[in-house]
């Protein structure tokens, strides 16, 4: 056999190894990684100015698309890297130069009992002349486990943060579609 033929099968081994299968942790981190539940009620967000739902009223807009996870294992915890998508517009009423736009993460056990949550702000600089805002955010979590099997029960529910007023002229807007 050539040198070259013997080089050439060398580095298709080398590179066939190297392409291994997932490691076991990599497989268990994937089977327990919890998907991100968006509430419903909770994926769009009206702000009005005042307590007014007259169109002419509406400070911004605001709408979470589906978020989504990755995991990885380390001793006894599992590491969630939870990646939401917001957007924001600016209505007629918007007169501050920073949009906050509040939103929520909150990690629910097996029997729907909160055990972590966090509120959050995402921030925009909306105006006439730049309307539209989105951001991609980043939310790590971190899942302690004695058994990978305790993972199973984990949820993870996040959304917009609306007042109750809010939510009402959510769910009315819903209903009326």
């Known amino acids: 056999m050539s040198p070259g033929r013997i080089l050439l099968g060398l580095g298709a081994a080398l590179l066939l190894a190297g392409c291994g299968g997932r490691s076991d942790r990599d497989v268990a981190a994937g089977a327990w990684c919890p998907t991100p539940l968006t509430l419903q009620d909770a994926q769009r967000l009206v702000r009005f100015r005042g307590a007014s739902v007259d169109p002419r009223e509406v400070v911004f807009e605001a709408a979470m698309s589906p978020a989504s996870s990755s995991c990885e294992i380390s001793r006894n915890q599992l590491e969630v890297e939870l990646k939401l998508r917001i957007t924001a517009i600016a209505g007629p009423a918007l ?10 993460v909150r990690l629910l056990d097996g029997s729907g009992r909160v055990v972590q949550g966090q509120d959050f702000t995402a921030e925009y600089k909306l105006s006439a ?33 609306p007042t109750p007023q809010e939510l009402q002229y959510n769910r009315r807007a819903a209903a009326n579609r």
């Open 129 to 161: 002349a730049n309307p539209r805002g989105s951001s991609q955010e980043e939310i790590a979590l971190k899942l302690p486990f004695s058994q990978p099997q305790d993972l199973a029960g984990y949820r993870v529910v996040v959304g917009l943060r």
């Open 95 to 104: 007169a501050e130069p920073v949009t906050a736009v509040p939103f929520f």
